[in-house]
Every structure is written in structure tokens, then in C-alpha cells.
């Protein structure tokens, strides 16, 4: 069966300090991927999604980027943090036609000080 | 971007009832599915509608979709307090592949 893992599980972090949240999926292969951010008590936003290795599509302009270095691997990262960045960040993944359901990590709760 | 807008906000109610809670959205979409979020954790898949279904059912839950309307509806039935989560609506337009939109969520409290 297919498996997400995303860590760390929290994150505390100082501004100006650098990211990498790392998610890996297990039991599949060619997974869409994704990054959403939650706000508190708000529905997802979506920051990244790749359907391959090296193919990243951003949905907002931000402090943050992803990779994909791997078929299975997918990576949050930011050079320098801002106190806007913090949040309940998730990963998810999708078969590979288009018309599937997501399926999440247990996510990453980042605070900035 | 264009989120799908959920109604209410938050709702309580006691073991054994029926909760309903309902998602709007504004443009042609693929398909549309819920899911449920326990405090703190991620998101877990309910149901999947595409845009040619009507209703769909998964043990207490059921789940239409009104195209005309632009809205769909989710109810479940004989509710536990293991139910308590909030409740996400998230569609995908026919713009825009494998990318989905999400609502703000209900959140549902069920008390015994």
C-alpha cells in the first residue's frame, strides 16, 4: 500500500534563518505532488506541484521554493524564513491521471520567531 | 485564487443526529471531493463526485452535487463523536489538471 511521510513533525525556527521540510511517498511511482499551506481554522492553500522529477509549477508568489530530486522526494524549502511563514504545512500525492484523489502527510507545523 | 465557499462554519450536535454541511463553488469543475481533518493532522480522503454524478454514498455518508446549482452537500448520518473534525470540500475545475481548490472547511463537533 502507498505511505506519505513528511518531517519534522513541528519546526521551530528565527527569522531570517533558512528551511527544507522533506516528504517522501512510498508504494508508488510518477506520484503528483504537492505542498499546501493551512492557516489556522482556514482551508489549503497551494504553494507546489510537480508531475515529474525537476518539474515544479508555483501557484503564488513567496519566500519559498521546492524540488524534486527524486521521483518520490519532494522538498520545501526557503533561504531565508519571514514571521509570514509560518503555518501547517502538508504534503500530498495523487495517481497520475489528473482525476484522483489526494493523499496527505500528517504535516509540519512551523513557528517562526 | 477561486475558493469554493462552505456553509456553516461550525456545527454541534449531539451523537445520533444528522450533520449537513454544504459547499458552493463558482466555475466548471471535474469533479468534486471531501475530506475530513482531525485536529492537528492531515487531510483524509471521503469521496470523490465527478460533474455527471448525482450522489454518491459511503457507509454514513452521502454526498450530491448540483452543477446547476453550483453546490454540493454533504450528510452524515447517525453521527458518533469519533466524527468530530472539520470538513473540507475541495473541487477541481476543468482548467485546471490534478489541481483542486479548497474550501475553508465546517467544523463539526459531536458530543455523546
Known sequence: SQTIHQWPATLVQPVGSPLSLECTVEGTSNPNLYWYRQAAGRGLQLLFYSVGIGQISSEVPQNLSASRPQDRQFILSSKKLLLSDSGFYLCAWSGGRGNQPQHFGDGTRLSIL | SQQGEEDPQALSIQEGEN???????????????????????????LILIRSNEREKHSGRLRVTLDTSKKSSSLLITASRAADTASYFCAYMTTD???????????????TP
Not at chain 2, 489538471?97 to 463537533?109: D, N, S
Open chain 2, 19 to 45: 450533520a449537513t454541511m454544504n459547499c458552493s463553488y463558482k466555475t466548471s469543475i471535474n469533479n468534486l471531493q471531501w475530506y475530513r481533518q482531525n485536529s492537528g493532522r492531515g487531510l483524509v480522503h
Open chain 2, 96 to 110: 485546471s489538471w490534478g489541481k483542486l481548490q479548497f474550501g475553508a472547511g465546517t467544523q463539526v463537533v459531536v
